[in-house]
Structure formats: C-alpha cells, structure tokens
C-alpha cells in the first residue's frame, strides 16, 4: 500500500465497495457492447484497453464520448440491448475479491456496492459470482436516480447498513470513486488496476492498494455493523 496513512483500525464497521474494476472485470462485455453501438453509426471498433479508460461515469456519459452527443441516446438504447444478452457470462471475479468479501463478512462488517453500474445488472453479476450472499445492498442509479461522483449511492448503502459514515469506508479503483466517497463523508481505498491509472489514484492522496486482498490487512476483525 502507498499514499497517505491507512484507514484507522478498529474504527470501521461497514465497507461500501465499487464494482466494475474492484471487484469484476466486465470489461470485455462492455468493449463488444460500445463496439455494437458504434458499428451502427459505421464507427471503428475500440479496443478493450481504450474502453477501460472511459467507463466509470455512467452510460450516458461513456456513449456520448464513443459516440458524440448527439448519438449518445441511441448508442445508450444499442448498448443495453447487446449488454443484456451477455453480461452474465462475460463478468468475471477479479482475483481475491470473493475471498476478501467472504473473509470480511466473517469478521463482523457489513457490506454493499455502489457503482455507476445499473443495480438490474450488478446484482445479478454478484449472484453469479457467488458474492451476493455477502452484501447488505446493491446500489446503482436505477437505485437512487443519480450516478456517482454524486453521493447518494453511498447513502443509501450505508442506510440500509446502518452504518455512519464516520464507521464506513469506499472502496474503489478511480479517481471518481475517491471524489464520491469525499462528498458521501467516507474515508477512501483504492486498489489499483481499474480504470484509473496509479499514478492518478496516488495523487488523490488516498491510500492505494495493489490489490484487493490488502485491505484484509487495514481491516482487523473488530467489525459490529
């Protein structure tokens, strides 16, 4: 871990975590996605590594930049389509996040996610990957109206925790999720290899991960959410 001090033991009790590049890698099924919508308007294919770099906002926000503005609605409509008929399959667990979330649970704290990823998609995901048993709540704009940096998301999750904030940490893998747990009150992880570069996430000043188990090691098993 590098970046500022850790998150202080014994004080957290519930842990909100980002999906997409925290826990899951859905890239894959994303890229066909973009590149179904974009094959409509006669576009290039974009590579999985390009999209990476782009998710994270929210759809309507990644089709406005693959698409333009002006298509962005359409692409929107193009995207869902394709991405209902294969997300299920082409999500995979990220190495130690089950493990991390069973061990976690195990310990004492209470769970959820919030990511800008519809709530009708993750949970299922989560299901899939065996790692909803261990969540108090799943969140995504479908939940609250409004897609992270907007903190409502978070709120809702530590609400349905009962969790404080001043108890409650975010995890993610974007500077993004850094600014929403800012402004949700949260303190913040990161784990590096998501959407945003290290060198981005270091300059947030947050404490970076370099990988999802590190957290086991911030988080003793004094958890009583």
Same mark, same amino acid.
């Given at each position: 871990?590098?970046?500022?001090?850790?998150?202080?033991?014994?004080?957290?009790?519930?842990?909100?975590?980002?999906?997409?590049?925290?826990?899951?890698?859905?890239?894959?099924?994303?890229?066909?996605?973009?590149?179904?919508?974009?094959?409509?308007?006669?576009?290039?294919?974009?590579?999985?590594?390009?999209?990476?770099?782009?998710?994270?906002?929210?759809?309507?926000?990644?089709?406005?930049?693959?698409?333009?503005?002006?298509?962005?609605?359409?692409?929107?409509?193009?995207?869902?389509?394709?991405?209902?008929?294969?997300?299920?399959?082409?999500?995979?667990?990220?190495?130690?996040?089950?493990?991390?979330?069973?061990?976690?649970?195990?310990?004492?704290?209470?769970?959820?996610?919030?990511?800008?990823?519809?709530?009708?998609?993750?949970?299922?995901?989560?299901?899939?990957?065996?790692?909803?048993?261990?969540?108090?709540?799943?969140?995504?704009?479908?939940?609250?109206?409004?897609?992270?940096?907007?903190?409502?998301?978070?709120?809702?999750?530590?609400?349905?925790?009962? &969790?404080?904030?001043?108890?409650?940490?975010?995890?993610?893998?974007?500077?993004?999720?850094?600014?929403?747990?800012?402004?949700?009150?949260?303190?913040?992880?990161?784990?590096?290899?998501?959407?945003?570069?290290?060198?981005?996430?270091? &300059?947030?000043?947050?404490?970076?991960?370099?990988?999802?188990?590190?957290?086991?090691?911030?988080?003793?098993?004094?958890?009583?959410?």
């Amino acid at each position: 871990m590098d970046g500022a001090a850790a998150v202080p033991q014994g004080k957290v009790r519930g842990v909100v975590f980002d999906l997409d590049g925290t826990l899951v890698d859905s890239y894959e099924a994303i890229a066909r996605s973009v590149n179904r919508a974009r094959s409509a308007f006669a576009l290039a294919p974009l590579g999985t590594d390009d999209v990476r770099v782009r998710v994270g906002r929210g759809l309507e926000s990644l089709m406005a930049d693959v698409l333009g503005p002006d298509r962005a609605a359409e692409g929107v409509r193009l995207f869902r389509e394709h991405y209902a008929g294969i997300f299920a399959d082409s999500t995979t667990a990220l190495p130690g996040a089950l493990e991390t979330l069973r061990e976690l649970h195990r310990r004492g704290f209470g769970l959820s996610v919030a990511s800008n990823k519809p709530a009708r998609f993750g949970a299922p995901i989560l299901e899939r990957l065996g790692m909803l048993p261990y969540l108090r709540a799943v969140a995504g704009p479908d939940t609250v109206g409004t897609a992270k940096p907007d903190p409502a998301m978070l709120r809702w999750c530590l609400r349905e925790m009962g &969790a404080d904030p001043r108890v409650a940490v975010y995890v993610g893998d974007m500077v993004l999720d850094a600014e929403t747990g800012a402004r949700a009150g949260l303190d913040v992880l990161l784990v590096a290899g998501g959407s945003s570069s290290i060198e981005d996430l270091r &300059a947030t000043g947050r404490p970076v991960l370099s990988s999802i188990e590190g957290i086991l090691d911030l988080l003793p098993a004094s958890g009583r959410a």
